[in-house]
């Protein structure tokens, strides 16, 4: 839902898209290998730390919690520390223009430009304190992330997450009904 809302607003593009579907994951492809499922990460963490969920909160209103989430000492070394990171975004309180720069710090990272390009009127706090809690909490959230983006499965499916964003673009923009080509079959060429 975040990466449709990002590429409806022009924020992120489908060259990026596209970019990390050919494999290139260097420093252009991050944007969507590391800064979309981080900034995805960080609305579910908003949205429970807002409802005040002792777990987390899911799209569809089930919330995981230590109690009901999978047994599993594997999902322990994620959701433990996810639970960690929701607490700390909770005791420091962002004001909305914290907020809106930390979407920008974990969408784009180092890339300057970009994150001066988008004006989600977010800007860096002035106390030196702050802006180094907004920088913590942005590196334990993309260093997660890259660590499950390691796992072969997470790939698999985030590449279908990736392909689900292309063909909407390309059903927005009307594109999957011109020639014989579908915007599946177009996907699966790249």
Known sequence: MEGKELLDQGVITTDDLYEYLKGRH??????INVGLPSYALLHTLLRSIKAGAHGVLLLDGSEVTHLNRPQDKFLDWFFNPIMVLKDQI???????????????????????????????????????VRAAQIQGISRRMMGMVRSVSKLPTYRRRFRQVVKALITYWLEKQGLNRTGSMSSGDFIEEV
Do not use: T
């Open 90 to 128: 909770r005791v420091i309180k962002l004001g909305e223009s914290e907020v809106r720069y930390l979407e920008k710090v974990v969408l784009f990272g180092n890339h300057e430009q970009r994150m001066e390009a988008w004006d989600n009127l977010g800007n860096p706090p002035q106390e030196n």
């Open 26 to 31: 260097g420093h252009e492809s991050s944007v």
